[in-house]
């Protein structure tokens, strides 16, 4: 009697460990940005991943952790390191234009690629959520003071009127974050008259503003 063969059990390959933990802050950053924090169990989160929930709690033992590899994960990405030293290249070139045009082109084209840093941010804040403050404290705020010191220098160098600097900074991102808003949850408008492409709506604004800061040779006098 010919002994049968006895077939070779499948080998079910485990995904790694910081890749599980990728794909975990992946679906939570997801399921944050559609349904809010308060909304969200991780008993969800867990089911998305294809995991039982003690694997969450294995890579993350708190939600606090969940919050802060979210942070992580957006400040660290290649786009953002892109960002920080584009700017920074301008700005100690002092080399006014492409310090505003390059912020604003990056941050257009950012929310346009993936609007889930701005929904996790708006969630947060109107829930009152912790991660509000971490985003602002560990990112927001930074650019903010960023550029409020670099105007406070390009005013002592004479080439800019004296203004509030952080109340400037405020109104140039305050018209970059309105026209990503814009685009992203009034898509409906068919009579919005501003439909360039990023590239050229990131200059426009950019000497919009700059215009109303130089330093006139009326006021120099």
């Keep these: 009697m010919t002994p049968k063969l006895e077939l070779e059990k499948p080998i079910v390959a485990r995904m790694a460990a910081e890749d599980r933990r990728q794909q975990i802050i992946d679906v939570a950053v997801q399921l944050f940005s559609q349904k809010g924090f308060r909304g969200t169990t991780t008993k969800e989160i867990a089911h998305a991943a294809g995991v039982n929930e003690a694997i969450i709690f294995r890579h993350f033992a708190t939600k606090q952790e969940l919050y802060t590899a979210i942070m992580d994960r957006k400040a660290s990405s290649a786009e953002v390191q892109a960002i920080q030293q584009t700017l920074k290249t301008a700005i100690d070139s002092k080399d006014d234009r492409q310090v505003f045009t390059s912020l604003a082109f990056h941050m257009l084209e950012a929310h346009e690629r993936d609007d889930t840093a701005m929904r996790l941010l708006l969630y947060s ?97």
């Design 125 to 221: 804040a109107l829930e009152g959520h912790e991660l509000a403050e971490m985003i602002f404290r560990n990112h927001i705020s930074r650019t903010h003071a960023q550029l409020a010191e670099y105007l406070k220098r390009r005013i002592a160098d004479g080439v800019f009127r004296r203004v509030n600097p952080m109340l400037a900074v405020r109104g140039f991102l305050g018209m970059i974050i309105n026209q990503v808003m814009h685009r992203k949850f009034f898509a409906f408008d068919a009579q919005d008259p501003v439909t360039q492409n990023n590239r050229l709506l990131a200059e426009k604004y950019a000497e919009l503003f700059l215009t109303g800061l130089r330093q006139t040779e009326e006021a120099k006098r």
